[in-house]
Structures are given as C-alpha cells and as structure tokens.
C-alpha cells in the first residue's frame, strides 16, 4: 500500500504564494490518480485538483482554476501544489491523497489513500 506525507503549509498573506509537497512510499504502482484536497473548519473536504495518472489529464476546481497547479516528481515519488495569488478563502488543511480505483478520478469517494495533512493560514 501506497503512503502519504504532506508538508510546506504555514501562514502567508494574502496576494502570496507557497508550494506544498506530497512524498510517496511503499507501492505507487498500482495509483490510478492524485489530488490535493482542502478542509476548512467546519466545512466538508473539498477537491483543490487532481490528476489523472494514466494520461496526465488535470482537473482543478473554480475555486482555484488559475491560480494553483499540480505537478509531479516521478523520479522521487513526489507531488506538489504550488499555490499563487492567495485569498483568504484558501486557508484549510490541506491533504494529498491517491486512488487506486479505476473510476472517475475527479471524485472525492474514489480516493482511498490519504497524507495526515498541513495547515494552510492565509492572512490580511
């Protein structure tokens, strides 16, 4: 089984950028798909991006659509979110996680293997 391990959160004001890390062990193999997800407070976790694996296609929600991207290190097993023009609306927990189901890669229900997760703090 696949594990996760994210880092790089941490506070920046807003208008800022940071880029978050996703390291992966044991076996990748078998991951049909990546994504970052976010969870605020009080709120349901939410899709940032994701990535299908098989054909590199990306998927980014509204939210971030422009401002954020997702890339990969296949090399050292690594994934990264690099996150510009910040808003306040960004600051969440931010996760990492993989699917190896072979079903719709945009969806949250599909992915089976989750990072512990990293604070996101944008300020004013």
């Known amino acids: 089984q696949v594990q996760l391990v994210e880092s790089g959160g941490g506070l920046v004001q807003a208008g800022g950028s940071l880029r978050l890390s996703c390291a992966a062990t044991g076996r990748t193999s078998n991951v049909y798909a990546v994504g970052w997800f976010r969870q605020a407070p009080g709120k349901e976790r939410e899709v940032v991006g994701t990535?299908?694996?098989?054909?590199?296609?990306?998927y980014y929600a509204d939210s971030v659509k422009g401002r954020f991207t997702i890339s990969e290190d296949s090399g050292k097993n690594t994934m990264f979110l690099q996150m510009n023009s910040l808003e306040l609306e960004d600051t969440a927990v931010y996760y990492c996680?993989?699917?190896?189901?072979?079903?719709?890669?945009?969806?949250?229900?599909?992915?089976?293997?989750w990072g512990q997760g990293t604070q996101v703090t944008v300020s004013s």
């Open positions: 990535k299908k694996r098989s054909i590199g296609v990306t």
């Open positions: 996680a993989a699917s190896t189901r072979l079903r719709d890669f945009r969806a949250i229900i599909n992915y089976d293997v």
